[in-house]
């Protein structure tokens, strides 16, 4: 029947990972994308490109970075560290109170949301769902834009 052959095959399959000394972190090392993969991953693993704007940018030049990312955030850079964020919502307040030409710099949020590129990738998924925060930027030791990772 289809039952004894699963239950044979699960009876196999366990006893040669038992055989082969077969452990969590081997499974994980062959199935990186799967749950135990992803436990023991690093945020650098898993970042996804991220437009980087100064903030003497323009509102015109974000628009068009924006329009061009699949995100719809940006990082503000300075002197390669990350100094704020501007996303779709900053950019229409801009827009509202100065216009194309206005810098990025007077919109941007000030205090974006940065996890260390070493951190575990479940422990930071666990903190930004908790929080509600749909993203946060991965940078490095020195507080350079690795990427962005989205929950």
Known sequence: ?????LA?????????????GFRAEDFARLHPSGPLGRKGA???EVV?????????????????ALARSALPVAAVVSHGVLV?????????????RGGLDEPVG??????PMAVSADAV??????????????FAFVVDERGGVLGVFRV
Do not use: N, Q, W, Y
């Open 1 to 5: 029947s289809t039952l004894a052959a």
């Open 8 to 20: 044979m095959s699960d009876a196999l399959a366990v006893a040669l990972v038992r055989m082969r």
């Open 42 to 44: 690093r945020m650098r």
């Open 48 to 64: 996804e490109e991220v437009a980087e704007l100064g903030p003497e940018t323009t509102v015109r030049d974000a628009l068009f």
């Open 84 to 96: 704020g964020s501007i996303g779709e919502t900053e950019l229409r307040d801009a827009l509202g």
């Open 106 to 111: 007077r919109s941007m949020c000030c205090d």
């Open 121 to 134: 990738v479940t422990e930071v998924e666990d903190t930004l769902t908790k929080m509600r925060v749909g």
